[in-house]
């Protein structure tokens, strides 16, 4: 059988209703993991949900103990059919965020599957369980077409990503040796849009921390103190200011990212421009030399998060004795995640503001990754997809946003690629998350593509 028959046999899988049975099973498990204590709901969706799907793909599955207390067991199945072919390691994570049951529109379920035209809605059904969903599909239409995959695959669930992947670091660390591949291909996120796949390589990186004025105990009153007592909300926002300057431009050196190489801009000016975005943005704020694209995808981004001074619901005449921001800062490859915190205390104290406490929150960081868009493997996965679509795909060195890739890139040492089946307006975290059903069968015969491509011998593809 050829690719045009894989192919065809993963629409079918779309118009019979198959893919959206698996689905709405899938959705239908209220695996919430921002509910404390709720490792009862989400283990089923590791022991019930997946095992009759990976049976069919005569995968081994096995489940292991999270090194992490606070997090659920992980579950790794893997379908090895020669040694000496490649193996692709793949991810997902079957957890979704609160389902918010009473702030969804009318007729809406978060746990029941519900089609309205080409919307399909569910939590979890962008979030990751769709994606998943179909990488899997797509392997069975290779097997069933093919009789084998000619490559060997791996697959990690964990049941935490929406609670920052509680020991995922750890559990890849110590298993290097079982989570072994040449690859990671997996899918999250959204496509930049819905009608053209994207692929992309990374993350940027994200550390959130406090800045805290601390001058005293209590608030005095403004007419007998104020003007004697220092106003500590004043020197936050003074402090503030010399971290950017009035449009957002970062002031700090070190933290000014010095990895936006040619290669890079002329991988980004290919990318489709934010007119018409919702909400539009802002073409005066941020960094002026760069383009749009630029400025989210290459470079860091330093935000106020939220900021507080004596009692905002209930003001009085009081010089506060407080005042704090909680702030984060974005980053791309290249700002050293260690080096954000002491370069801000240099920079403040050299502008005097010793008063200004740095305090680092819980959770750290996220590191940033990207694969340089001429790598191999990239490569591999762009040529595949044009040869399904007939068009190139967009494609982006990392993510705006933060992914745990940092555990496939750096702990497992991987050259990672992420092919997303969801788009910006899904809704994921939010109320009337869905996908869309044309978007889902595309993703569909992009992934057998890829796959079947990775296991015929007649294309081209990095060695082991
Ligand atoms: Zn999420």
Request: contains cysteine; aromatic residues 6%.
């Amino acid at each position: 059988m050829s690719r045009t028959a894989a192919l065809s046999i993963c629409d079918t899988l779309f118009t019979d209703g198959r893919f959206w049975a698996d689905l709405e099973q899938l959705v239908s498990m209220e695996t919430e993991s921002q509910k404390p204590d709720n490792v009862d709901a989400l283990m089923p969706y590791l022991t019930e949900a997946l095992p009759p799907l990976l049976q069919g793909l005569g995968f081994t599955w096995s489940l292991h103990d999270n090194p992490d207390p606070a997090g659920c067991a992980f579950l790794v199945a893997e379908r090895i059919e020669n040694h000496a072919l490649p193996t692709v390691l793949s991810y997902g994570h079957g957890d979704v965020t609160h389902g918010q049951r009473q702030d969804w529109q009318e007729g809406l379920e978060p746990f029941a599957l519900t089609p309205v035209g080409d919307r399909v809605y569910g939590r979890g059904s962008a979030d990751n369980k769709g994606q998943h969903l179909i990488n899997l599909h797509a392997l069975a239409c290779v097997i069933e077409a093919r009789g084998n995959l000619g490559f060997n695959v791996k697959l990690l669930i964990e049941m935490g990503e929406e609670i920052g992947s509680p020991g995922l670091h750890a559990f890849c660390a110590a298993n290097r040796e079982m989570l072994q591949a040449d690859v990671l291909i997996a899918s999250d996120g959204p496509r930049l849009q819905p009608d053209v796949p994207t692929v992309f390589m990374g993350a940027r990186g994200g550390l959130s921390f406090e800045l805290r004025v601390d001058l005293r105990d209590g608030a005095h009153h403004s007419g007998n103190w104020g003007g004697l007592l220092a106003d500590p909300a004043m020197i936050l926002a003074q402090a503030l200011s010399t971290i950017t300057d009035a449009r957002g431009q970062i002031r700090i050196p070190d933290w000014r990212p010095t990895s936006l190489t040619p290669a890079i801009r002329e991988t980004l000016a290919s990318l489709p421009s934010f007119d018409g975005s919702d909400p539009a943005i802002d073409p005066d704020w941020g960094e002026a030399d760069l383009t749009p694209a630029e400025r989210v995808f290459g470079w860091n981004s330093f935000a106020v998060l939220a900021m507080q001074s004596g009692k905002p619901d209930a003001p009085v005449n009081a010089i506060s004795g407080h005042a704090s921001a909680t702030c984060q800062l974005r980053y791309v490859v290249g700002t050293g995640a260690d080096n954000i915190l002491p370069s801000l205390r240099k920079h403040l104290d050299a502008h005097g503001f010793q008063q200004v406490e740095v305090v680092p929150m819980d959770g750290g960081a996220f590191p940033a990754t990207r694969l340089d868009p001429s790598h191999p493997w990239a490569q591999f996965a762009i040529r595949s997809i044009e040869a399904t679509t007939g068009a190139p795909p967009h494609v982006l060195p990392n993510l705006g946003g933060s992914l745990p890739n940092e555990c496939f890139a750096e702990v497992l040492g991987l050259p990672t690629i992420w092919m997303p089946h969801s788009y910006r307006g899904c809704n994921q975290h939010a109320p009337n998350e869905h996908v869309l059903a044309s978007t889902c069968q595309q993703a569909g015969q992009v992934m057998t593509g890829v796959f079947w491509d990775l296991g015929d011998a007649e294309t081209p593809h990095p060695p082991k």
